[in-house]
């Protein structure tokens, strides 16, 4: 059933824990000072260099690459480039660190991939600090060599957070609506891809349009809305580790914008009433509905709070659609957004501090950010066609696609949430619709 937490658990029962390395006599990890302070008016990317990792020389260059390119995307790292590398340093002794210093770089990574007698893979790294000449951490992974690449992801997300003390993000998935086609008649299939664009594959086959799709905070399933010519709308779930899909619900009016609670056993949704909308949540055990909001207005787009206590919707109650906040019962509503122009697509933040949204104003669309008590609003990015903001796990990072207008389409973007950082996220062709799962590693 969907709503079960255990499938994300099972995605990783390939890949051991992570065991610390040894560290070389008389270095201590405690002395190390390597630290990227991400706040400040004077922010500079780190300069690092990730060294080829040694042994099996295909998938050694292939996990290296992996963490270098992750540490360059996420725009608080600078690589250095191989050419101006000053040696090829064993794994097994401390590296040159005078050599090192001269070129700049702050922070080196160095690995291993080896096979055991089983063929099995163990994926080797250690972090060291360059100006203290400290090594920061070291871990190890045993896994299929299958799963060689998604090591890479684990190494950067290692990496990532002992530098600069933030959560990972680089171990996960991103969903989103793929198009293709001409822009009066686009065939939109539901794609899942790694969160840097690799790994691409498809989960519906483009007979029905996707719309809104949105992952659980808690299992790799998957809630979206399917239009077909002819028919109403339909709320469907689709599990990634099963493949199985299922509808819910039993609407005779239309029903969007599903979105799972943080325990992945219900789901909120709005449900069309006449001319109106209401907030609807549902019990995916049982099916058992219950309306949370009734009146005159369009309620939509609704989001749980991580902790589960609280939904954030848009509504046009008071004119415009704006942004509200309301006890998960429906209890307290109150507006939250204000300022010119109107705020919709609201997602909460999975570390609670912010909600991002999309305001349009002026014939532009911004992706905005503001606190859950709608205080402290800043724009990250803002341009002709900017929608559908989601969080990264470590809700450090906004997902949202741009559309440029013509005849071309949306493509994908991740910004940072200084407004620092923004980065292209590839696809396949256009791209609509992006959600972003939850850790796989389940940390």
């Known amino acids: 059933m969907p709503h079960r937490p255990t499938p994300r658990r099972r995605t990783v029962a390939t890949l051991l824990a992570a065991l610390a390395l040894a560290l ?65 340093p064993s794994f097994d002794a401390a590296p040159s660190f005078e050599k090192w210093r001269a070129t700049g770089i702050q922070g080196l990574v160095t690995g291993r991939v080896s096979r055991d007698g089983g063929g099995r893979l163990k994926v080797e790294f250690r972090l060291w600090d360059v100006t203290s000449g400290q090594q920061m951490t070291g871990q190890q992974y045993a896994t299929d060599p299958a799963n060689a690449r998604r090591t890479g992801h684990l190494v950067s997300d290692a990496v990532y957070t002992k530098i600069t003390g933030l959560g990972p993000f680089f ?7 793929d198009e293709s086609g001409p822009k009066e008649n686009r065939r939109k299939r539901l794609m899942v891809m790694d969160q840097d664009g690799a790994n691409v594959r498809a989960l519906t086959t483009g007979e029905t349009s996707i719309v809104a799709p949105r992952y659980s905070p808690a299992t790799q399933d998957i809630a979206f809305m399917t239009q077909q010519t002819g028919h109403q709308p339909r709320i469907q779930v689709i599990n990634l580790e099963t493949g199985t899909r299922q509808a819910v619900g039993n609407f005779d009016s239309m029903s969007a914008s599903p979105r799972f609670s943080p325990d992945g056993r219900r789901l909120v949704l709005s449900v069309q009433q006449g001319g109106n909308a209401d907030i609807v949540t549902m019990d995916l055990a049982s099916k058992a509905q219950r309306p949370i909001t009734q009146g005159m207005a369009i309620d939509t787009s609704p989001t749980y709070s991580p902790d589960g206590s609280q939904i954030v919707f848009e509504s046009d109650r008071g004119g415009s659609q704006q942004i509200y906040v309301m006890g998960a019962d429906g209890g307290n509503p109150h507006r939250i957004s204000f300022g010119e122009g109107s705020a919709s697509q609201p997602a909460w933040s999975p570390r609670g501090d912010l909600i991002a949204f999309t305001r349009q104003r002026k014939g532009g ?8 008590d709608g205080s402290g609003e800043r724009v990250l990015t803002e341009g002709f066609h900017n929608e559908g903001p989601t969080f990264a796990p470590n809700g450090q990072y906004v997902l949202f696609f741009r559309d440029p207008g013509g005849q071309g389409g949306g493509k994908l973007y991740m910004v940072d949430i200084t ?22 590693s389940g940390k």
């Open 24 to 88: 070389f006599g008389g270095l201590s990890p405690a002395l190390a000072q390597l630290q990227l302070r991400i706040g400040g008016g004077a922010f500079q990317p780190m300069p690092i260099a990730v060294t080829d990792f040694s042994g099996d020389p295909s998938l050694g260059s292939l996990v290296s690459s992996v963490v270098t390119n992750n540490l360059r995307r996420s725009g608080y790292f600078a690589p250095l480039e191989k050419a101006r590398f000053p040696e090829v």
């Open 365 to 372: 669309f911004a992706i905005c950010v503001m606190k859950p």
């Open 171 to 177: 171990d996960s998935r991103i969903a989103f609506v």
């Open 419 to 440: 407004g620092r950082v923004e980065q292209p996220v590839p696809t396949p062709s256009y791209a609509s619709d992006p959600t972003w799962s939850p850790l796989l």
